[in-house]
Each structure stands twice: as C-alpha cells, then as structure tokens.
C-alpha cells in the first residue's frame, strides 16, 4: 500500500496487498473487484486476442507493470455525477506525475488503474469523466482510458467489430503517453499537438503516413 506524501485519505493498493496476511481496509472492502481486475489483467491484457487484428498481447505494457509492481489500483469515493467521477480521479494526475516522472526507467509500465464499482446501469459516468478529463490530461502527456462491460463503444484499430475496452470493472487507467498513441489522439487538433511537441521525431514508421497526410491537407 502506498499512501499519498501530502494527503494521507489518497492511497494506491499494489497487487501483494491483495494477500497479504492483514489485509489494508481497501482490500477487506472491495477485495472481490479488486481481484476480479487482476484477474483479467493477466488473462486479458498480458495476452494476444484472436480478434485483435495484430501479434501481441492486447496490452504491450501490462506485464511489465505487473512484474515490475508498477500496476496500482484505488477505489476512490466517485458520488453520483460524472462532475464527481471528475473530481474524484483528478488528484491522481498530479500523483501519477510524482510517481513516474517521464524520465524514469520505470515510467512507461507504471499505471493507476482507478475502480469504480457499483455502478450499475450509470456506465455513461465512466464515458462522460473520460472524457472531460482527456484533454488535461494529454496535455501533461498522459493518457486515461475508460474500461467496463458495456463495453465502451470504441473500436478496435486492427478489428474495427472489436471493443477492445471490454472490462469486468468499470474503471479509468491512467498511464504515460506512449508514440504508439497516435491514432488515439490525431483528431483532435489540442492532442495531435501535445503528441508531437513529445514525439515529433519519433513517429513509429508505420504511423508517420498519418501525420503527412494531415500535413498534405494543411497544404491544399
């Protein structure tokens, strides 16, 4: 368990708190959606899908953060509102930060994954928070990204009948921008700018035709 240097009601569950011998009060409350996550990390995300599109796990990262005990989780309080779902995971950006600074050999498998359970039917408040939160959080080039059973109505971009955000918990992960995040963020004009004042350079080959494109429309 890790608690929050500044405010001590901020804590980060680490997957050894899920058996350790006393459990802290997180586990003992929400044990089986914490487990359930876990779970599914491993069976899902560390390994290939055969409707991907592509070779590879689902999640290119996902065992190294595990291995690495960088995968963190929280259940923080989210109220009834996407306003409050907002207000909850906010104070976990700056965290993030702290956590793992982008130069940090760590930086790229550490992530926050932020449960929401007990939502019901309300996964329209994942959606919505999701989304008033991108654009700041690009901004500090972060990325956070909506999971539940809906699933999320985002398609795959190997397999566009894929809804790859398909998640036993509704929850946000937050984690670092990665060069690979092109797609996700080029049609948005704030983001296609935050992406490139990081990667500008280092467009992965397979995705610079994304950005001449862009640029050929800008000359025309």
């Known amino acids: 368990m890790i608690t929050h240097p500044d405010d001590p009601s901020l804590r980060l569950i680490e997957v050894a708190d899920l058996d350790a011998p006393s459990p802290p009060p ?5 044990g089986d959606a914490l487990r359930a996550v876990v779970d599914w990390a491993g069976t899902y995300l560390c390994r290939p899908h055969p409707e991907l599109g592509r070779n590879g796990p689902v999640c290119p990262y996902a065992q190294g953060s595990l291995g690495r005990n960088r995968f963190y989780l929280a259940v923080p309080r989210a109220g ?10 906010e104070p976990y950006r700056a965290w993030f930060t ?17 449960l929401l ?11 919505g928070a999701q989304n008033a939160l991108k654009d700041a959080f690009v901004e500090e080039g972060l990325m956070i990204g909506e999971f539940h059973d809906g699933p999320p109505d985002k ?14 918990v509704p929850l946000l992960a937050i984690r670092h921008m990665v060069a690979t995040d092109l797609p ?5 004009p704030a983001h296609r700018r935050a992406y490139l004042t990081r990667f500008e350079g280092r467009v992965p080959a397979h995705l610079r035709e ?10 025309e």
């Open 184 to 188: 996700f963020l080029w049609g948005d």
């Open 98 to 114: 702290r956590l793992a600074p982008l130069d940090g050999p760590e930086a790229v498998f550490t992530t926050i994954l932020l």
């Open 210 to 219: 994304i950005v001449m494109e862009t640029l050929m429309e800008g000359v």
């Open 26 to 30: 997180e586990v003992l409350a929400h």
């Open 155 to 168: 398609p795959g971009l190997w397999n566009p009948s894929l809804r790859p955000l398909a998640g036993p």
């Open 117 to 127: 359970p007990g939502l019901g039917d309300r996964l329209a408040l994942v959606d």
């Open 80 to 89: 009834e509102t996407v306003e409050d779902v907002v207000a909850a995971v």
